[in-house]
């Protein structure tokens, strides 16, 4: 029942977020409430475009072993286009990597658990 349920998730594989309709701003990950408005805040769901910018970035030399991605990589801070942020692996040589270097989300196998166990996906951003 474990792998139904974690592909019923939503969040898991949409880069879906928050809009306040009271004060424009957007949010990754979704919230309830809007930070800004509190109550007074009007929270309705977006679907993000995917599309962005790197603000920031950090190269990742070492680290716990990892099975969906290989080193060195990079994690960077990007706005979305709609104005939310959200950090996330960039594919790209850590040489490529540049401040506001335009990129796009996409849907990628992490791994899995074993050859019939659950398989994992996520959002990376690659260079647009």
Not at 26 to 45: D, S
Request: proline share 6%.
């Amino acid at each position: 029942m474990l792998p139904k349920f974690w592909r019923k998730i939503r969040y898991r594989y949409n880069l879906t977020g928050s809009y306040c309709e009271n004060c424009g701003s957007y949010y990754y990950p979704p919230r309830n409430i809007c930070p800004k408005c509190r109550r007074k805040g009007k929270i309705r769901e977006v679907q993000f475009s995917g599309y962005g910018k790197v603000l920031s970035w950090s190269v990742v030399h070492d680290g716990v072993e990892s099975f969906w991605i290989s080193k060195p990589y990079v994690v960077a801070l990007i706005e979305l286009d709609e104005g939310a942020k959200i950090t996330a692996p960039l594919d790209c040589k850590p040489e490529e990597i540049y401040e506001g270097m335009r990129v796009k989300a996409v849907f990628r196998k992490f791994g899995e658990e074993g050859e019939e166990g659950i398989i994992y996906y996520g959002t990376k951003f690659v260079p647009a």
